[in-house]
C-alpha cells in the first residue's frame, strides 16, 4: 500500500456540480464509513483490513467513531458485502491478468488498493466529478490506474476505455439507485462493447425498492431506490451473450456469523428470519 494521503482540501465546487453529485459525495462518505470494520478497523483479525477506509473517514469526519453510528457493528454486513465484491474480482485477474477493471459508482472505496491488481491490469474508477475531485484529494495515484469523472449512465465514458481485452465490471451499491431502464442500457453496452468478462453488482428485491422512500438511513442521505429484482438471475435474458453465475451469501454470510460480535450476530439471525430480509440485498455475477 501507498503511505502518505494527500492533504484534503475540500472546496465549495462540490455544492455547485451537477444534479446528482453532491448526493454522490455525502454517499461517498457513508461508503468510506461502510468499508470500516467497526470499531477499530479493527477486528483482532479483519475481515478487510482496508487502512485507506479508515484514513479517508477520519479526515472527513475526525470524531466519527465517538457517536453511536461510528460504533456500531451492523455496519459489518456492508463490510462482508464488499470482501465479496473483492474475493471475486481477484479470481478473475488470476485468471485474466490483462483484463480491464471498470469500477462503477466507485464512491470513496479503495478496491483498486486493496486488492492491488498487477501492473497488467487496466483499472477505471467512474463516479461524479465532484467525487472523483474528493477522491484526487483523499487517496494517492497509483500506476495503471485511471479515474473517470461522468455519471454512469452517460455511456460515452465507455469511448475513453480499451475494449479489445477481457472486462470486469464491479457495481456495488450502484444499481438500487438506477432505473431499469439504465440498468439494462449499461449491462447490454459493457457486453456489446468487451469480447469477454464477468459482471457483478448487488440488487434490492422490488419491495425494498418501492419502501426505499421511508427507509431511514436512504433518507439520511436524501437517497432512494429506482428499481429492484426479485429474481436477479433473469436478468441474463436482456442479452443472448449474458450467463448468470452465482451469488454471494451476505446477511447469512459464514464470515460474516464468525467475525461479528455476540448481538449484532443475534440480531442477523432474527433479521434472517423475517420474510425477504435473507435476501434482501443480493450480490450476483454473470459472464459472457
Not at 455547485?16 to 477499530?40: D, K, M, N, V, Y
Not at 498487477?118 to 500506476?143: G, K, M, N, S
Not at 460480535?261 to 434482501?280: E, F, V
Request: hydrophobic share 40%; glycine share 6%.
Amino acid at each position: 500500500m501507498a503511505g502518505t494521503l494527500p492533504r484534503f482540501r475540500a472546496g465549495p465546487r462540490f455544492a455547485q456540480a451537477e444534479p446528482g453529485a453532491c448526493l454522490a459525495c455525502r454517499r461517498s462518505a457513508g461508503l468510506a464509513f461502510g468499508r470500516l470494520e467497526p470499531p477499530p478497523n479493527r477486528l483482532p483479525d479483519p475481515i478487510l483490513g482496508d487502512a485507506y477506509a479508515e484514513q479517508v473517514m477520519r479526515r472527513l469526519d475526525p470524531g466519527y467513531d465517538k457517536r453511536r453510528f461510528g460504533t456500531s457493528q451492523m455496519g459489518l454486513v456492508a463490510v462482508v458485502r464488499t470482501k465479496a465484491h473483492d474475493d471475486w474480482a481477484r479470481s478473475f485477474l488470476a485468471e485474466h491478468p490483462d483484463a480491464v477493471v471498470l469500477h462503477l459508482g466507485c464512491g470513496l472505496d479503495a478496491r483498486a488498493y486493496r486488492v492491488d491488481p498487477p501492473a497488467t491490469v487496466d483499472w477505471y474508477d467512474l463516479d461524479y466529478p465532484a467525487v472523483i475531485e474528493l477522491r484526487q484529494q483523499l487517496l494517492p495515484p497509483r500506476e495503471h490506474y485511471t479515474l473517470i469523472g461522468s455519471s454512469v449512465t452517460d455511456l460515452t465514458w465507455l469511448e475513453r476505455v480499451p475494449r479489445s481485452r477481457p472486462v470486469l465490471m464491479i457495481a456495488e451499491g450502484l444499481v438500487p439507485y438506477l432505473t431499469e431502464t439504465d440498468v439494462r442500457r449499461l449491462l447490454t453496452s459493457v457486453v456489446d462493447a468487451f469480447p469477454t468478462g464477468r459482471l457483478q453488482f448487488d440488487t434490492v428485491p422490488v419491495w425494498a425498492w418501492r419502501t426505499s422512500k421511508w427507509d431511514p438511513t436512504l433518507r439520511k442521505y436524501d437517497a432512494q431506490f429506482h428499481c429492484g429484482f426479485n429474481t436477479p438471475a433473469a436478468l441474463a435474458e436482456w442479452h443472448p451473450r449474458l450467463e448468470y453465475v452465482d451469488e454471494a451469501p451476505m446477511y447469512d454470510s459464514p464470515i460474516l456469523m464468525a467475525k461479528a460480535p455476540a448481538n449484532a450476530r443475534r440480531m442477523y439471525r432474527l433479521l434472517n428470519l423475517l420474510p425477504g430480509m435473507k435476501r434482501s440485498t443480493r450480490i450476483v455475477r454473470f459472464r459472457f
